[in-house]
Structure formats: C-alpha cells, structure tokens
C-alpha cells in the first residue's frame, strides 16, 4: 500500500517539467496575443501595446514561440520512447523560448524608450549607431524629463 502512495507523490502536478513548464508558457501567451489589440502594418496584424514600430520583431517573436511550443510538445511526445531525440527537442524549446524572451523585453525597452522620449524616431535610429547609454544621456539632457521626475515635478 504505502508503494502506490509513493508512485502519487512522484508523480505530483506540482513538479512539472522544464517542457511542460514551457508548452504552458507557450500556450497561455498566443491566447493571450489573441486578446491584445490590434493594427494592420504592411497588411499584418501587430498589436498595439508593445510591437506597434516594431512589425519585424513581432514576426521575431511569433516565429521563437511557435518553434519554443513545437519543442515542447514534441518532447514530451517522444521522451518516452526516443529519449535522444526529446533531448534534442528539449533544446530546442528551451533556447527558442529564451529568444522569444529575449525579443519582448528588447521590444518592450524600445517601447519605454518611445514612450520616455516622446516617441522620437531619430533617437532609435541612433540606437542602432551609438551605445545605449549615450543615447540616454543626450536625450535625458536634452529634454530634461529625468530632472523633472528627479525632483517630482509633472512630466510632460
């Protein structure tokens, strides 16, 4: 009896598996890309909140999580019986995953960045020429907003 008691508490819903973790991760993040608004750009559908200038990384980060929820759901499809072959699924998902990451926060700073200098294009042209924080610095010197938030006065 108590060996059917330990089988249930290997198997417990609270340990999940790093493909699992990311097949969840994956799948709650398109349903919740379905609920974002949207605007077409160049004919395609982007949403608004965070990839509005930003169509291509959009497209970037479909692409990491489609490929990041394939891995996962082939490696837990196959570990069982091809245990190699899910590793290399496992792999794949994770590094997709962490491209996926990596693409949303880089376009979320470019959206804080617009935001913070008044949705100015020439700086984030010059982003792509200068090192972040010159960029920042001139522009915070330029525009004086970081004194104004420095010393609580309203922003504008």
């Known amino acids: 009896m108590s060996h ?27 349903f919740g890309l379905l609920q974002l608004p949207y605007q077409k750009i160049d004919g395609n559908p982007v949403p608004t ?25 082939l490696t ?3 570990r069982a019986g091809y245990p190699k072959t899910a590793s290399y699924c ?23 960045l617009n935001t913070c200098a008044g949705t100015k294009p020439a700086m984030l042209g010059r982003l792509k020429n200068d090192n972040l924080h010159k960029v920042l610095r001139d522009e915070a010197l330029s525009s004086h907003w970081f004194d104004d938030i420095v010393h609580g006065r309203e922003v504008s």
Not at 10 to 25: D, M, N, P, Q, Y
Not at 57 to 66: I, M
């Open 76 to 78: 837990v499809s196959l």
């Open 49 to 73: 909140i965070i990839f509005k200038n930003h169509p291509s990384s959009f497209h970037a980060f479909l692409l990491a999580l489609n490929f990041a929820f394939t891995g996962a759901v």
């Open 4 to 30: 059917v008691f330990s089988e249930l508490h290997k198997t417990s819903i609270t340990r999940a598996s790093v493909e699992e973790l990311i097949f969840g991760v994956t799948f709650v993040t398109a």
């Open 90 to 112: 496992r792999q794949l998902a994770v590094v997709c995953v962490t491209a996926a990451a990596g693409i949303f926060f880089w376009s979320l700073l470019l959206s804080a």
